[in-house]
């Protein structure tokens, strides 16, 4: 079966530092998203992403965050000026087609621990 | 809003013992639901789902019921097996104008021993 992949499974970065998380979605699915755990919470949406542009974002996905596809084959996650309270898992996840009963692709996350 | 509720764990079962994680929901509308499941080291994968009231989304042993009247959606096995340990997410989704939200439970962690 065809995978999301992401990279790096474990980021460690300082407060106020910027990350990118990246992720390469299935090459023939038009919708992106990406979604978070903090540990001991629920998976939470942050974004979708479809047409080149966002279509929806949590209240989570403030200024500081941005997403991006640059090449037309990676997703990425910018986070500007990380704090404490963004540790978490971070999933990028693709779909092919819009239905609200649509399978959805998970990559296997991020870890990203801000000290 | 939409919200999820599913049972705590982590539940520990013996091989061959029947399983159900408790799942109910709470959305306005009439949503989609789904069952995924974290293996360790892997991303979640969609385990079941079903799209309308009644229906049953069956898949590897495992069944859940769409229960609109309870808004429900327990994931039952009749016999697990050791290689069912993983984390079982109950989700719903919403169409939103350009893709799928999925609104997610906790997760519940299932240990299956020998």
């Known amino acids: 079966e065809p995978e999301v992949t992401q990279t790096p499974s474990h980021q460690v970065t300082q407060m106020g530092q910027e990350v990118i998380l990246r992720c390469v979605p299935i090459s023939n699915h038009l919708y992106f998203y990406w979604y978070r755990q903090i540990l001991g919470q629920k998976v939470e949406f942050l974004v979708s992403?479809?047409?080149?542009?966002?279509?929806?974002k949590s209240e989570i996905f403030d200024d500081q965050f941005s997403v991006e596809r640059p090449d037309g084959s990676n997703f990425t996650l910018k986070i500007r000026s990380t704090k404490l309270e963004d540790s978490a898992m971070y999933f990028c996840a693709s779909s092919a087609r819009q239905p609200a009963n649509e399978k959805l692709f998970f990559g296997s996350g991020t870890q990203l621990s801000v000290l | 809003g939409n919200s999820v509720t599913q049972m705590e764990g982590p539940v520990t079962l013996s091989e061959e013992a029947f399983l159900t994680i408790n799942c109910t929901y709470t959305?306005?509308?009439?949503?989609?639901l789904f069952w995924y499941v974290q293996y360790p080291g892997e991303g979640l994968q969609l385990l079941l789902k079903a799209t309308k009231a009644d229906d049953k989304g069956s898949n590897k042993g495992f069944e859940a019921t769409y229960r609109k009247e309870t808004t429900s959606f327990h994931l039952e096995k009749g016999s697990v097996q050791v290689s069912d340990s993983a984390v079982y997410f109950c989700?719903?989704?919403?169409?939103?104008?350009?893709?799928?939200?999925?609104?997610f439970g906790t997760g519940t962690q299932l240990k299956v021993e020998l």
């Open positions: 959305a306005t509308g009439y949503p989609s």
């Open positions: 989700a719903l989704s919403e169409l939103t104008g350009g893709g799928n939200k999925l609104t």
């Open positions: 992403f479809y047409n080149n542009e966002i279509s929806e």
